[in-house]
């Protein structure tokens, strides 16, 4: 349904008041997309994640949800009606930050495309490294229907790690202008929106690496200890989760863990205007 405004001035689209949003993940990850959500009020119906150790966490933190594998095998999963779809698909194909050629990573946006296709979900929202490419995933949304906007998060505004990130998000049978509103705050409400960080002290952004000493990895100095690499309970805490979330695997499964994950912070920000608008 289009969206209207209503009498508190808010976007509605014709939800009834009381009922629980539902939304079904793509690449999963450790459902940093999908705590957010949940903590804003939407309910997990399924998850789409084709690592076995993050399907095995998703399994413990998400016992409810239905779970699924490759997204390339979409149309053999009875994928259900939600109000929502989300999903962060894998960066390396867009990032700006490779600077050794091209990326063996196959490029699955087309993928993330084809399920919002079939199943034409009231919101859609992705999430990626801002790069070029964002504006032809914004330009496919918008020829399958929907109304967009992209905004640029950075997590040093949510947590303590540097980590910039475009959000597109996208209302079926919407305008461009009326999804822009619900972010009229953020800039002009349909482009890039990164708060000044001053001097406040941020880590740089994690990255799947847990024992390299690089400007890009995450260490820390202490006077006893010396240098030393962040442990997993930091690295969660830096990318927002609750401590322990990634417990019972190694180490180094934990630095990717993290180093992969959306923000929960992120997402909660905005998945509580979209319940808003609702």
């Not at 076995?52 to 949800?65: K, N």
């Not at 229907?145 to 303590?160: F, S, V």
Request: glycine share 12%; charged share 25%; with cysteine.
């Amino acid at each position: 349904q289009r969206p209207r405004r209503g009498s508190d001035g808010c976007l509605v689209v014709g939800r009834g008041a009381g009922m629980t949003l539902t939304f079904g993940s793509l690449f999963s990850g450790v459902g940093g997309f999908d705590l957010g959500l949940e903590r804003a009020g939407f309910k997990c119906k399924w998850q789409v994640e084709n690592n076995p150790a993050c399907r095995r966490l998703l399994t413990i933190r998400f016992p409810d949800a239905v779970r699924f594998g490759d997204v390339r095998d979409w149309l053999r999963y009875d994928l259900d009606t939600v109000d929502l779809v989300c999903g962060g698909d894998p960066c390396p194909k867009h990032s700006r930050a490779r600077s050794n050629g091209a990326s063996v990573h196959p490029d699955l946006a087309g993928y993330f495309l084809a399920v919002v296709g079939r199943l034409r979900p009231r919101w859609v929202v992705r999430e990626n490294v801002p790069a070029p490419t964002v504006e032809h995933f914004d330009a496919a949304l918008a020829a399958l229907g929907y109304g967009t906007a992209i905004i640029r998060l950075d997590g040093a505004e949510i947590t303590g790690q540097s980590r910039q990130r475009d959000f597109i998000v996208g209302c079926y049978q919407a305008t461009r202008q009326s999804v822009c509103e619900l972010f009229s705050d953020c800039a002009d409400g349909s482009g890039a929106y990164t708060t000044r960080l001053g001097t406040r002290a941020v880590a740089p952004a994690l990255t799947t690496h847990r024992t390299r000493y690089d400007s890009r990895d995450c260490y820390i100095w202490e006077q006893e200890r010396g240098l030393r690499i962040l442990d997993a309970e930091e690295r969660e805490a830096l990318a927002g989760f609750p401590r322990g979330w990634t417990a019972g695997f190694s180490e180094t499964t934990r630095a990717k863990f993290c180093g992969n994950a959306v923000i929960p912070g992120a997402a909660k920000w905005i998945a509580r205007r979209l319940a808003a608008s609702e």
